[in-house]
């Protein structure tokens, strides 16, 4: 009976004083999935990034659609038409 109680003392000493840091443990092991999806995303952005860079540097007809989309530049001579609906003053 007296072992018993011992041991029962010493399961619960060796709980208060390893169950904070299995706990801390087990967080610290969340946040380092987090980070590591993280810098998997970041590197796919990355690559993304370094290939649109790399059209842009090399490839004209990318430049000139980005240009145009993105910029709104147009060639000498050229006439844009911009379609807006007017406000109010749309048919069901």
């Known amino acids: 009976m007296r072992n018993a109680l011992w041991l029962f003392i010493a399961t619960v000493v060796i709980l208060v004083v390893f169950l904070p840091s299995y706990t801390r443990m087990q ?15 970041l590197q796919q952005k ?20 980005v240009a145009r989309e993105k910029m709104g530049l147009i060639r000498e001579g ?9 406000v109010g003053n749309i048919e069901k």
């Open 27 to 41: 967080d610290l092991d969340v946040r380092n999935d987090d980070y590591e999806k993280q810098i998997a995303s």
């Open 46 to 65: 990355n690559a993304h990034l370094r290939r649109e860079k790399e059209l842009l540097e090399k490839d004209p007809v990318y430049l000139e659609k």
């Open 78 to 86: 050229e006439v844009v038409y911009r379609l807006t609906p007017e």
